[in-house]
């Protein structure tokens, strides 16, 4: 486990939040800009020296305040890849490489290769260049590498793809997707960008104001209203997990999510494959009788948990699929009125197969 609780004050700025992971997964810090995302990552790294609190991988104590103890920033085997790559501009792509391979510390464990990292990440055909050769996207493919070349036992990202196009960062997300499936290293990650987390997180920190507001598996988080209040009610929307049971002679996925089936479309998919999907709560209908005669590729069956005021004129209603699967609609307070919605009534949610999101986990199903 990593396990974090920590306290700074920095000017007007507080910080007192905690989390705990298990390791290996992503963690994802989560929130708005401002929130002390970054600094609750400069401060697990050792680049800020904490008021107070405990920081602790495995059996490992690398801060504890009451004790007096901080382990220094080049001791505790953290890797750091930030917004800005941080290359140093005189040396190869091979040079910069090296220069992360040289700060293993005597007697540890390679647990990752020169020529793995060169493989996943593409940077075969880089190596002789210099980072003005370079784009945005290859640059922090190099700053990934260089960090695994330090055979860290923790990873932390902040925001390493913000500096990016949105094309540019489309090209790197794939490397990280696959770092984060090659190697049994924990990561956290920090992000303002829900996409990215729901990509590659497992488990959120949600973070506002200094503070740790939730904290828990991105299906839990996903419905959690301090959530909404950020992300805002055209983004809200429940994230579920599930398994590829077969793949449709028409190119949609059939996944096994709770006790439903759901027809995704989604590329590079395999039977027993882990997906994660996000389901917008815009994009459920809610029935109360099933229908027929529709385009719509999902109907599924399920029970009212709650229906709760949102913005506007709205509700949200939360629906359970089985299994602990759970989906949000959001629809008119008016029409949750006529079709009778209270918790435990029996209902039927449609949703469009192209607007489904889905995400491969390359751990096969279990």
């Not at 007096?68 to 001791?75: E, F, K, N, P, V």
């Amino acid at each position: 486990m990593l396990r974090v609780e920590l306290r700074k004050r920095r000017g007007d700025f507080a910080l007192d939040a905690g989390f705990s992971a298990p390791t290996p997964g992503v963690t994802a810090l989560f929130g708005r800009s401002g929130c002390g995302k970054s600094t609750l990552i400069s401060l697990i790294a050792g680049l800020l020296e904490p008021d107070a609190g405990r920081i602790v991988i495995g059996e490992d104590v690398l801060f504890d305040g009451e004790r007096g103890l901080s382990i220094d920033a080049r001791h505790r085997r953290i890797g750091v890849v930030f917004q800005d790559p941080r290359l140093f501009p005189h040396l190869s792509v091979q040079g910069n490489l090296d220069y992360g391979a040289r700060r293993v510390p005597r007697g540890a464990s390679r647990f990752v290769s020169f020529d793995d990292v060169v493989g996943l990440l593409g940077l075969g055909g880089l190596l002789g260049r210099r980072p003005h050769e370079l784009s945005g996207g290859e640059k922090q493919r190099v700053a990934f590498g260089r960090a695994l070349l330090s055979q860290p036992r923790l990873l932390l990202l902040d925001e390493p793809l913000a500096s990016l196009d949105l094309a540019r960062r489309e090209e790197v997300l794939p490397y990280l997707e696959s770092l984060r499936d090659a190697f049994a290293i924990p990561i956290v990650y920090v992000s303002h960008q829900f996409d990215e987390v729901l990509r590659l997180a497992t488990r959120v920190v949600l973070l506002d104001a200094g503070r740790t507001v939730a904290d828990g598996d991105i299906a839990a988080v996903s419905r959690d209203p301090q959530l909404r209040a950020i992300v805002g009610p055209d983004s809200v929307g429940a994230v579920l997990s599930g398994h590829v049971e077969r793949l449709d002679p028409n190119g949609l996925a059939v996944l096994r999510v709770g006790d439903a089936e759901l027809n995704v479309e989604l590329e590079g998919a395999a039977v027993n494959q882990r997906i994660q999907i996000q389901v917008l709560a815009r994009d459920v209908i809610v029935a109360s009788a099933r229908p027929v005669g529709l385009s719509v590729r999902n109907v599924v069956s399920a029970r009212v948990i709650s229906v709760t005021p949102d913005a506007g004129r709205a509700v949200l209603v939360e629906l359970d699929i089985g299994r602990t699967a759970t989906l949000l609609a959001r629809i008119t307070a008016r029409a949750s009125e006529e079709l009778g919605l209270s918790a435990n009534k029996e209902v039927w949610a449609l949703i469009k197969a192209a607007s489904l999101r889905g995400h491969v986990f390359s751990v096969p199903a279990r």
